[in-house]
């Protein structure tokens, strides 16, 4: 099994504080999700979108489409659901509500798994996990569907019980790769400061 690539987009989130499906998002004419897996493609073998609206992606040939395996069971289930289906150990993670992606912050991540103990691979900035823009195991597996079974869906209860390497990022680094897109002001104000 290949080490690395493979990106999953967890676009399944019932979007409530936006007020319609975050991964419908279009800035300049052109959707979010396709257009960052477009990019993702120059780094990535595989790109899997976990989502309840499949067939939003049929135009895009190269971009696998699931559901998760346990449902209602908010990001964690999605995280579940990539793990299963990647063909690579280990698989990167992003939402669909971070507009911005940037292949050599990626590769910087890739960098810092330099021993097969590591299970995750986050960034820390400012104090707070990153719990996407990171690389998640495929032996995780088991791991969260004890904790699914159990109800603990806080990303975090993984984090701390695996064999975690945390990355601590610089202030300012890259700010906007961290973004999301959680509200319609949110929306507004990305779309001010990209004119």
């Not at 979007?15 to 493609?41: C, P, T, W, Y």
């Not at 159990?150 to 209860?157: F, H, V």
């Not at 945390?166 to 319609?184: A, C, H, K, P, R």
């Amino acid at each position: 099994m290949k080490k690395f690539g493979t990106v999953a987009i967890l676009a399944g989130g019932k979007s409530s504080r936006m007020g319609f499906d975050k991964q419908l998002i279009e800035f300049n004419g052109q959707n979010i999700v396709k257009r960052n897996a477009e990019k993702l493609k120059e780094k990535f073998d595989e790109i899997i979108v976990v989502t309840n609206n499949q067939q939003f992606y049929k135009d895009k040939e190269y971009i696998i489409t699931i559901k998760d395996i346990i449902f209602q069971k908010g990001p964690l289930s999605g995280i579940h659901a990539a793990l299963k289906n990647s063909s690579s150990e280990y698989v990167y993670f992003l939402a669909c509500d971070m507009p911005e992606i940037d292949l050599s912050f990626i590769d910087f991540m890739e960098s810092k798994i330099d021993n097969e103990e590591i299970e995750i691979c986050i960034p820390k900035r400012e104090g707070r996990l990153e719990l996407f823009n990171g690389f998640y195991n495929k032996g995780l597996i088991p791991r969260i569907e004890k904790l699914l079974d159990e109800d603990i869906l806080a990303i975090r209860n993984l984090v701390y019980s695996s064999k975690s390497r945390i990355v601590e990022i610089e202030e300012g680094y890259g700010s906007d790769i961290f973004l999301n897109l959680n509200t319609q002001q949110d929306l507004k104000d990305y779309m001010i400061r990209r004119k």
